[in-house]
């Protein structure tokens, strides 16, 4: 692996995960709080940005001036439900001017127009002072990014320049289910198959994905995106039930101020996180209501009781895509549960009771590190290998997966495919036989297609090698969002033949 550092990073809607691969081991940088998570919160103050944990308990007094779930409004594709969704729930104002979403925010007496890219450019900015800390010998910090499946080209794009912006060499950007795939070493062994569900549950949204492993390959089977099942839903339940125990011992209630609620569902999410690990929270807020401060104690088991009546709503996206797949519980393989909301140890025993068969991957990660964990891993792969290509920072595809399948046809023989909607990079090797030839030479052709449409066929590559009749060939296949390298070995005489093909596929 890379001996210089390789960093993977995951920015979310409410946090951001940096993970570092250096000398054979792989784990979280921590920020200069010593959190291995960065609350993904800027507030534009007057003379001052602030980013993190600061800016998120400062949000009671600066929520006008404070940009919080950024990374939705980061889609170009955003639809007008979940747009109307933020716009609603954002402390500060957002407005749409040609297009273009923008947040309205007022400093030193006037009204700054601030774009969403500019927002995760700060907070890529403090990304990379982290990784300074645990990398501050290296001259570039290479890092790979992961996204959600539904991010368009254009938006993969500006993700990855504003992390370029803030100091990062992007080597890649992966999807983010590959991302968790990599990080539990899924499909590292070539004779795994199988499907694996990955379910991420985050603080404002949640997404679902079913992959097939085959081979080394990740495909894409099916996956849905649910824009208002978070965790912020449960955190709110918390709040509440707190307000009332303030209520009715002060005779005081919180919930008539906006201010008093914000304190107090800051002081719920601590509760949440804490309540993960340990069996006992404490909470306590300062100045809670009319200058009286709060403290109370609360249990996991009275937590797990007042949500317990929401779990089906984070169970009900499981049933539902193995209905749509025609999949049953049996015919999954393996689990992977991220996103800071799965560290919730009544929601992992609930989903991982639905698979008597399947292993549930939690333990081995935080599930809010594992996809920073496994973007790591394929910066590493990619330095040691020295396959990173400038090429792969214009690249039109849509979250690097093949739009069509790859056939790659030797002579006569059943093709090695290489289906749509495989997560790439990938490498592949297969060994097939020569069939009877005349001249001592085959015919090698590459090409893509939809499906079984042989009339989308497009040919890629046309090219002839030496062979002899009978011979044992080993077919390396290293396929990138931008090229196709194809290693062809005799494995007899040692005879090798390699070619390399431009790969450009088309959005439309």
Partial sequence: MASVAAFGLYLGNTSACLAIFKDDNVDVVANEAGERVTAAVVAFNETEEVIGLAAKAGLFRNGPV???????LMNKNIDETELELAVKSSTCKIITEKDTVQYLIKRNERMEKILPVEVATRIFEVMYSISTTAA????????????????SSASIQ?????????????LQVISEPAAACLAYGIGQDRKESGYVLVYRIGGVSSEITLVKVVSGIYQIVSTSYYHDLGGNKLTKILAEY????????????PMESRRSMSKLNIAAETCKHVLSTMSTAHCFVESLCDGV??????????????????????IAPVDKILKETKLGTDDISKIILSGGTMKIPKLQEKIGALFSNGEVCSGKWSPDE????????????LLSHGTWDESLQSTNMEVNALQKSLYIQIEELKPIIIPAKT?????????VEVPEVKDGKINLKIYEQDSEDVASQKKIGLICIPANSGAQLKVDTDLTEASLNVNITDAKSGQKSSFRFGIHEDDS
């Fill in 158 to 170: 500006m993700w990855s320049k504003s992390a370029s912006s803030a100091g990062f060499r992007v």
């Fill in 242 to 253: 707190l307000a009332g125990e303030f209520m009715s011992k002060w005779k005081l209630d």
């Fill in 370 to 381: 594992c996809m920073a964990i496994g973007a790591a891993m394929q910066s590493a792969l």
């Fill in 293 to 314: 401060d709060f403290s109370y104690n609360i249990t996991r088991a009275r937590f797990e009781n007042l949500i317990n009546s929401n779990i089906s709503e984070y």
């Fill in 66 to 72: 404070s940009v919080l779930n950024n990374k939705r």
């Fill in 136 to 151: 501050h010998d290296d001259n570039e910090h290479n890092v790979v990014l992961c996204v959600p499946l539904r991010f």
């Fill in 423 to 431: 997560v790439v990079p990938i490498k592949l090797q297969t060994r």
